[in-house]
Each structure stands twice: as structure tokens, then as C-alpha cells.
């Protein structure tokens, strides 16, 4: 393997790295983004008797709007836009906001705002895990990816 090679091996290694810590960064947004759609709609929900889609409607979060599940939410609904699967989150990660849409809008008011808070205690946990977690998930990433890239690199040499 020429000195070229090794350059481009180690590039492409380089970007992956890139790849996977944009992901984790990214995942870390959308599990911030949801618990301040919960502590919104808690508030929406405790001062006024909204529609539904009025109170997403006013909801902007740049991380769930670019990944298009604000504009899911907007159309469709909850249950719809979180069963889409636009989120980079694991299905455990979205546990909180799964059980609050089972019984959304059924519910009366006070154990609606019961659930609500149930749901954003919960969501603002798995939030601080993400984040709590991403240094050493990102550690772990970058001495994978060198180790593999240096160990590939040497048996090609």
C-alpha cells in the first residue's frame, strides 16, 4: 500500500468518524427537542383548552424540524409522527412519549396534565442519560474507528 493509500484509508476513516459523531450529536438534539415539546405542551395544555394541532403548530425546535418530524407532528399528530421513525432515537428512548400518546386527548384535564408530567419526568431523564452518555459513547467511537483504520492499515502495508 503506497503512502496515497494510506492517506485516503486513513481520510475515509476520518469521515466516518465525522459521520458517527454528527449522528450522536444529533440524537442528543432530538431527545432535548422532545422534552421541550412536552414542557410546551404541559403549559399549553395547564393554561388554555387548545386544539391539539394550535399548540404544535406554535412549537419550533430546529433539530426536529430538520429531521421533518415538526412537520409529521403537525399534520398527523403524535402517535403518527413518533411511529414514522424520522427520529434517530431507540424505541426505548421514546418509551415516555409512547405511553402519553396511548391515552392523548381521552383523558380529562387534571390526568391529562397528570400524564404529561409522567411523560416529561421520564423524557427529561432519557434526555440527561443522552447526554450524559455521549462523551463516552463518542470516546468509545473515535478509538474503535482509529484502532480498526491503523490495524487495517497496517495489514495492507
Known amino acids: 500500500m503506497t503512502a496515497l493509500g494510506f492517506l485516503f484509508w486513513m481520510a475515509a476513516v476520518f469521515f466516518a468518524l465525522f459521520l458517527l459523531t454528527r449522528e450522536e450529536r444529533k440524537r442528543v438534539e432530538e431527545c432535548e427537542g422532545l422534552t421541550l415539546l412536552l414542557r410546551h405542551l404541559r403549559g399549553q395544555v395547564a393554561a388554555y383548552s387548545l386544539p391539539r394541532e394550535e399548540i404544535y403548530a ?3 425546535h430546529a433539530a426536529l424540524e430538520k429531521c421533518g418530524f415538526l412537520p409529521l407532528l403537525r399534520e398527523q399528530g403524535l402517535s403518527v409522527a413518533l411511529s414514522a421513525g424520522k427520529l434517530s ?50 470516546r468509545l467511537l473515535r478509538t474503535l474507528l482509529l484502532t480498526g483504520g491503523m490495524m487495517v492499515a497496517i495489514l495492507l502495508l
Open 58 to 60: 406554535t412549537f419550533r
Open 89 to 138: 432515537l431507540g424505541r426505548e428512548t421514546l418509551r415516555p412519549l409512547f405511553l402519553f400518546v396511548e391515552g392523548e386527548g381521552r383523558r380529562l384535564r387534571e390526568e391529562e396534565l397528570a400524564a404529561l408530567a409522567l411523560a416529561l419526568e421520564n423524557m427529561e431523564y432519557a434526555s440527561a442519560e443522552c447526554r450524559r452518555r455521549m462523551p463516552e459513547r463518542l
